[in-house]
Nanobody, 123 residues
Framework: QVHLLESGGGLVQPGGSLTLSCAAS????????VGWYRQAPGKERELVAQ?????TLSVADSVRGRFAISRKDAMMYLQMNSLKPEDTAVYYC???????????????????WGQGTQVTVSS
């Protein structure tokens, strides 16, 4: 099993910045689709930002221009700027993809999640 360990959450005032980090116990990010999700109380979990295994970036409309996702080796990051109260949520990192398990090209999918870290934006 690959373990994802998150850090960087906390309390910040509106307009402030935070950087979330996610460390993998094994370097899988370079061959994975990696993303950050968030879930506010009473709401569904939503995708915030993502990098595909091929390097394609996608960002939710609600955070475009304010958040940036990146990855390097066994680390991934979410840089959050100009934070708003509506950004308050539990944030989760995710890595998913597949590995080839035999010479015939059979695939085994994986889908790993961090434990979540609380981000609270309040004055």
């Amino acid at each position: 099993q690959v373990h994802l360990l998150e850090s960087g959450g906390g309390l910040v005032q509106p307009g402030g910045s935070l950087t979330l980090s996610c460390a993998a116990s094994r370097n899988i990010f370079s061959r994975s689709t990696v993303g950050w999700y968030r879930q506010a109380p009473g709401k569904e979990r939503e995708l915030v930002a993502q990098i595909s295994s091929g390097g394609t970036l996608s960002v939710a409309d609600s955070v475009r221009g304010r958040f940036a996702i990146s990855r390097k080796d066994a680390m991934m990051y979410l840089q959050m700027n100009s934070l708003k109260p509506e950004d308050t949520a539990v944030y989760y990192c995710n890595a998913k993809g597949f590995v080839i398990v035999n010479v015939e090209g059979a695939k085994r999918e994986f889908d790993y999640w961090g434990q979540g870290t609380q981000v609270t934006v309040s004055s």
